[in-house]
DNA sequence: AGTCTTGTGTTGCCTAAGCAACACATTTCG
DNA sequence: CGAAATGTGTTGCTTAGGCAACACAAGACT
């Protein structure tokens, strides 16, 4: 009953088809009414099958949070991408598509598991941002790259949270480039101009 | 290793996902020169359960063909539907559809495997015939109606065929048009007028 | 109050699917 | 030509998933 290697194939599918049934019910109902049987029989799985994969729809929430999130990082952002004014527009657009997937699409990340779904996010994010970072100033301490990463996180992620909350504003796009304007130079008077 | 049971979600699933790679498949490859080892990577299944299933691709494509054939029916003709010129209407753009899906979106039913595609749903097709004349003309001896269902079938089989391979004509619809007056003029002479 | 329904975790047994290896055909190509 | 490569069926063993049943909890109905 262990399931951690990551290469049977039934195992991938499984749990493609229980986070697409979650993403599915989430279009049209809360997070919190949709039952663990619910998600089994939209995923023409069975209800024991997922409590073998997931303790509960949490750890479901959480895992699919993660996966989808650095997923759509790779996606968009090269493997050897530097951290500079390019990137963080590449991060800045990203987490606005991020935001319309979770918070319009569907309607995860609503009311009560709202706190959750947002620290889980920002947490990966900042992950990412210390990996970017990390090529881009190697010679600096972990110890700066790592604050570095939580305060640009922090302010990429509420600033296009923001955004979000005020989309129907006139002043939308300009609201971004503050957003980047900031960052950069923050990041700039931390550890120096960018290599490139 | 029976696998006779429909109702196992691993067996839809796993049967499933082999008819749509085959369908996939068939977008871009001949059917000859697709192999069983082509169907099983692109469904992300085994090979070997493939041959739990399917005793070769033949049987595959047999299947899939009644299966998807009398799928379509069931979609679009109500069960309690008796044959009439409404339901002959139906069946006419239905197996054009069906010319459609098979000869030009995929390349399955081209070259040498045609003549088999061609009997096998023309033999699906004069059973869901047998079964709409059978209640419209249930004094009448079942031979009448096999016989019936056989020149009807094979009469909207080719002409649809027909119209499939001429569809540039500017003479398009009316062939459809003489297609059903000539079957419900044939039907009516050997069985009377239909009660609707 | 009580019971009826609905969801949650968990269990043991059974079956479908994965994997690796096999022997045997084919093609393909130097 | 012969060897490498690719496809075909088949096998024995392992593992993920299905099924049914359980005890328990929480709301709903009268």
Redesign the interface.
């Given at each position: 009953m262990a399931l951690q290697e990551g290469n049977d194939?039934r195992v991938?599918?499984t749990r493609l088809l229980i986070q697409e049934a979650l993403l599915s019910l989430a279009q049209h109902k809360e997070f919190e009414s949709i039952s663990v049987k619910d998600i089994a029989e939209t995923a023409?799985?069975?209800r024991a099958t997922f409590y073998a994969h997931y303790v509960d729809k949490y750890a479901l929430l959480d895992e699919m949070l993660s996966e989808r999130f650095t997923a759509l990082v790779h996606e968009r952002i090269p493997a050897d991408q530097p951290f500079n004014e390019a990137a963080a527009r590449q991060l800045i657009a990203l987490l606005c598509d991020f935001q319309i997937l979770f918070y319009k699409e569907c309607k995860i990340a609503s009311r009560s598991i709202a706190a959750v779904v947002e620290t889980k996010v920002q947490h990966e994010l900042q992950q990412i941002l210390a990996n970017l970072l990390h090529k881009e100033y190697q010679s600096k301490k972990a110890d700066n790259i790592q604050l570095s990463a939580h305060i640009i996180g922090s302010s990429l992620y509420s600033g296009t949270r923001y955004w979000f909350n005020n989309q129907q504003s006139q002043h939308a796009d300009a609201l971004l480039d503050d957003l980047l304007v900031f960052t950069m130079s923050g990041i700039t008077a931390l550890h120096g101009e960018p290599q490139c």
């Open positions: 194939p991938v599918r023409s799985i069975n």
